[in-house]
């Protein structure tokens, strides 16, 4: 091929690539899908659901987007996390949260912390997401974390046991400051769980 001919077979291939890379749903892991139904784990007023889905930045970096309405908690601000168990029965079975990591702990606090605790592991967990905000008996969450993925890799939450969906009695205060290193941080009793599955 001469140089001429190479250069403009280079300048009309470049473009169709970027395009291809950035149209919606060219992407693998674009668009793939999980859900979870949510129960209270003693109270049969609880239930909603929540939906996650898997994106791929304009980088490559894949992130998941979790939406999340839930009726029956109380008002005021709720944990949620992915825990590390996909087992909602009892919901204690769902585990600690997720935390694939080479220096996995995925204990958020115990019983026997000091205080101010030296072993308490969040907000550093990967299954760690944000506070669900309930108003009226209406609870809903919506939020974005590069923190874990639906498709297969290091950080998926489709690992061998799978994962849940835990909403928690109280708020997170993100364990953020020294003075928030105690037992209860990341949200305290479990009120509702979801097992998460993949969805369509
Ligand atoms: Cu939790």
Known sequence: MNPVTRYAVRSLIAPLAIAAAFAPGVAAADGLK???????????????????????????????????????????????????????????????????????????????DDVPAKDINHPYHMGDLINLEVKNGVGTLKHTTNRVTLSPGRLSI?????????????ADTYCDAESDLKKGCAGGARDACGVINPAP
Not at 46 to 68: F, S
Not at 158 to 170: K, M, P, Q, W
Request: proline fraction near 7%; glycine fraction near 14%.
């Open 158 to 170: 489709f690992d061998e046991n799978g994962s849940s969906l835990i909403v928690h009695s109280a």
């Open 34 to 112: 999980a859900a979870a139904e949510i129960k209270g784990c003693t109270n049969p007023a609880i239930a909603g659901t929540a939906t996650l889905v898997e994106q791929t930045t304009p980088e490559g970096v894949k992130e998941v987007t979790v939406e999340m309405t839930v009726k029956g908690l109380a008002d005021g601000k709720h944990a949620v996390h992915i825990h590390e168990v996909a087992s909602c029965t009892p919901c204690g079975g769902a585990g600690g949260h997720h935390d694939p990591g080479p220096f996995g702990q995925s204990r958020p606090d115990s019983a026997t």
